[in-house]
Nanobody, 118 residues
Framework: QVQLVESGGGMVQPGGSLRLSCAAS????????IGWFRQAPGKEREGVSC????????SYVDSVKGRFTISRDNAKNTVYLQMNSLSPEDMAVYYC???????????WGKGTLVTVSS
């Protein structure tokens, strides 16, 4: 069993920043990657970013490249998503999960809401 708990969501104005955290516990050694996903109302869940927690390799969806940065602190079993230059299009519930592809995920967090509004 793996537990993932997201935090750091909230309301921010366009152009603002937030840092999301994903704290993992349980049998985390079975998983090499942690992914961040988001789901906006009426839309499908999409992958945003992913990190290999062994070697730090990262990937991003095109729409967030240059604005979002994923990182990890293995000592704290935590993965972060720094989000800058936020726009209303980024507004969604953000989830972390134990893979980079939705079809392969074994465990999901419960999500944290990001609202971008003036």
């Amino acid at each position: 069993q793996v537990q993932l708990v997201e935090s750091g969501g909230g309301m921010v104005q366009p152009g603002g920043s937030l840092r999301l955290s994903c704290a993992a516990s349980g049998v985390t050694l079975d998983y090499d990657t942690i992914g961040w996903f988001r789901q906006a109302p009426g839309k499908e869940r999409e992958g945003v970013s992913c990190i290999n927690i062994r070697d730090g390799t990262t990937s991003y969806v095109d729409s967030v490249k240059g604005r979002f940065t994923i990182s990890r602190d293995n000592a704290k079993n935590t993965v972060y998503l720094q989000m800058n230059s936020l726009s209303p299009e980024d507004m969604a519930v953000y989830y972390c999960a134990t893979d980079c592809d939705t079809w392969a995920v074994d465990y999901w967090g419960k999500g944290t809401l990001v609202t971008v509004s003036s």
